[in-house]
T-cell receptor, first 116, second 110 residues
Framework: KAGVTQTPRYLIKTRGQQVTLSCSPI?????VSWYQQTPGQGLQFLFE???????NKGNFPGRFSGRQFSNSRSEMNVSTLELGDSALYLC???????????????FGQGTRLTVV | DAKTTQPTSMDCAEGRAANLPCNHS???????VYWYRQIHSQGPQYIIH???NNETNEMASLIITEDRKSSTLILPHATLRDTAVYYC???????????FGKGITLSVRP
């Protein structure tokens, strides 16, 4: 079956602009999580959506937001971009049917965002 | 903060077993030990997970100590393609917030 698909793969934006990233989870998966990866901070959790509702949230400013659609596809948005937002943004999907479960999260290839 | 402690790096020879240690002394009774790896410029890849018992799959084996305060990931026959950053994570489940530490960089040499 198809894996997690993230689009676009690469993006260059200017400071102050806003950006929307897209993630299509594996068919049947209802949980989508977003992570930011930078050389300095490593992999950091942004938020998780399940059945169109945000279920978990990391410690990021309100400029970072997301949503999930009825088909489980998810988007994340970053407004008023800063140079420090340059990062690899990763999306992960899992079945998400239970908070305490023993299945794995499947990650996409990520979107490389560069803010100039 | 990550709940795990891993060495920064290690290397092993191709074809030999790679034993990657992880300390998680504050793990709670209902938390699992997960291992993921990230090959350069790719998304993390699930390897294996366990609760109390040792686990084995086609990729690796996971040995968890009886007190659950530490574990070891074993790649039985390391190949050059196993060169990656390996993350040990303790978590309630795969879809809750995964807290990645710095991981351990495994370098497999020819």
């Amino acid at each position: 079956k198809a894996g997690v698909t993230q689009t676009p793969r690469y993006l260059i934006k200017t400071r102050g602009q806003q950006v929307t990233l897209s993630c299509s989870p594996i068919s049947g998966h209802r949980s989508v999580s977003w992570y930011q990866q930078t050389p300095g901070q490593g992999l950091q959790f942004l938020f998780e959506y399940f059945s169109e509702t945000q279920r978990n949230k990391g410690n990021f400013p309100g400029r970072f937001s997301g949503r999930q659609f009825s088909n489980s596809r998810s988007e994340m948005n970053v407004s008023t971009l800063e140079l420090g937002d340059s990062a690899l943004y990763l999306c992960a999907s899992s079945t998400g049917t239970d908070l305490i479960l023993n299945t794995e999260a499947f990650f996409g290839q990520g979107t490389r965002l560069t803010v100039v | 903060d990550a709940k795990t402690t891993q060495p920064t790096s290690m290397d092993c020879a191709e074809g030999r077993a790679a034993n990657l240690p992880c300390n998680h002394s504050t793990i709670s009774g209902n938390e699992y030990v997960y291992w993921y790896r990230q090959i350069h410029s790719q998304g993390p890849q699930y390897i294996i997970h366990g609760l109390k018992n040792n686990e084995t799959n086609e990729m690796a084996s996971l040995i968890i100590t009886e007190d659950r305060k530490s574990s070891t990931l074993i790649l039985p026959h390391a190949t050059l393609r196993d060169t990656a950053v390996y993350y040990c994570i303790v978590n309630l489940g795969a879809n809750s917030k995964l807290t990645f530490g710095k991981g351990i960089t495994l370098s497999v040499r020819p």
